[in-house]
């Protein structure tokens, strides 16, 4: 089947998802489309029914209702995804360029194994007007820097077949705890595994900036101010605490280096704060900003990540 599956999550995005809909209908590649919807109250399954009943290749299905992440991570589950070409993400208020699935498509045409594609965005506001270009990341992509950051959203991932078939085993072995990252946790995932990641500069998908949002944009005070009260208030160390519980589950598949680096996390974010200190630059914990990586070196040294 040589086609892509869209799989995207939605929950009370009647204002958007028609525009993401029509963007994702006019990709040059041929795409069946699949709305998992989360438990919307509005006119989100009204606006995609109305769409399917025109003909066009869309289905709504019911989400796990466990919050965005194990949202885009069902699709996974899907009955026959891996007998497509591509899956890739999408959420519900962006707008794809109409050669989004086709460049990503040629990109990972070098790759026989799992790889997945990412890029930047370009950011818009509620009206679609050009806003900036996401932070230009990819200079990092090894597990060091997996373990600090998500390499780009997970409304740019597009998964070829041997990415779609690997995931859709590895994420049957068990249930996901909740607090996960979806696309971090892929992120991770193919770091550990030694696949591919093709990050691209050129921006493929323009992300919609609005206060309804659940991650929006990130440079602003606000969103700052976001992350540090994350931080302090222990919600970064609960996230991880719930990445490393999948990661250490998943420990086998990685890499030997990889592998050791999560059992040593594990067993160092237990113990005193000086024995972190001590451990803190054998484990290269980094992020692709300098001031960032020490933001987070202090916060890995007393505790909070």
């Avoid at 999560?262 to 974010?269: E, N, S």
């Amino acid at each position: 089947m040589s086609k892509a599956l869209v799989f995207l999550g939605a929950y009370n995005g009647e204002r958007f998802i028609e525009a993401q809909l029509e963007s994702i209908l006019q990709q040059q590649t041929p795409v069946d489309i699949i709305v998992s919807d989360d438990g919307s109250t509005d006119q989100t399954i009204a606006v995609t029914k109305g769409l399917q009943s025109q003909g066009h290749p869309v289905r709504v299905v019911e989400g796990p209702r466990q919050g965005f992440a194990s949202n885009f991570l069902s699709a996974f589950n899907v009955d026959g995804v891996d007998q497509y070409e591509l899956l890739a993400w999408s959420d519900q208020d962006d707008i794809w360029h109409p050669d989004h699935l086709e460049f990503a498509r040629k990109k990972l045409s070098n790759f026989s194994g799992p790889a997945f594609f990412c890029c930047r965005t370009r950011w818009i506001d509620e009206d679609g007007d050009f806003v900036r270009l996401s932070p230009r990341l990819g200079k990092q992509i090894r597990f060091e820097n997996a373990m600090c950051q998500s390499l780009a959203g997970g409304n740019t991932f597009v998964f070829n077949r041997a990415a779609i078939g690997w995931l859709k085993n590895t994420l049957s072995q068990g249930s996901l705890p909740n607090g996960l990252s979806h696309d971090w946790l892929i992120y991770q995932l193919f770091c550990g595994a030694g696949f591919d990641v093709v990050f691209s500069t050129e921006p493929r998908v323009d992300y919609r900036q609005h206060s309804a949002n659940i991650l929006g944009e990130n440079r602003s005070l606000g969103a700052r101010l976001r992350r540090c009260s994350m931080i302090l208030d222990g919600s970064l160390r609960s996230q991880v605490d719930a990445h490393l519980v999948v990661l250490e589950g998943l420990s086998d598949l990685f890499l030997p280096e990889p592998r050791e680096m999560i059992h040593d996390l594990i067993r160092v974010r237990r113990q005193s704060w000086l024995s972190r200190l001590i451990r803190l630059r054998v484990l290269g914990l980094r992020r692709e900003s300098r001031l960032e990586t020490m933001i987070l070196s202090l916060c890995f040294v007393i505790g909070l990540y």
